[in-house]
């Protein structure tokens, strides 16, 4: 079993950073990868950033390009999302999610085996 949680969510202002963290436990599919999904009220979950558990090899999605970065700690198994300048349109709950095999871009939730709860990520003035 697989156990992902997210936090590090909050309130910010235009403008601002928050980095979000999740933990993962139990079983970590170290020839997979990690994915940062997001959600915003009335539209479809999509692709934030992802990254190899393997080489840290990164992805990310051209909305979020030059703002977000993701990084792995394969010691402490977590992954980071670092978040700067963030936007209104950033509001959103984010999900970290696991896949097994890093077959197929990486980019659908489809791919994905398992998922966190969310953290909700506000961008308000």
């Known amino acids: 079993q697989v156990q992902l949680v997210e936090s590090g969510g909050g309130l910010v202002q235009p403008g601002d950073s928050l980095r979000l963290s999740c933990a993962v436990s139990?079983?970590?599919?170290?020839?997979?990868?990690m994915g940062w999904f997001r959600q915003a009220p009335g539209k479809e979950r999509e692709f934030v950033a992802g990254i190899s558990w393997s080489n840290g090899r990164p992805s990310y999605a051209d909305s979020v390009k030059g703002r977000f970065t993701i990084s792995r700690d394969t010691d402490k198994n977590t992954v980071a999302l670092q978040m700067i300048d963030l936007k209104p349109e950033d509001t959103a709950i984010y999900y970290c999610?696991?896949?097994?095999?890093?077959?197929?871009?990486?980019?659908?939730?489809?791919?994905?085996?398992?998922w966190g709860q969310g953290t909700q990520v506000t961008v308000s003035s």
């Open positions: 999610a696991t896949r097994r095999w890093l077959t197929g871009a990486g980019t659908s939730p489809v791919e994905y085996d398992y």
């Open positions: 139990g079983r970590i599919f170290r020839s997979g990868a």
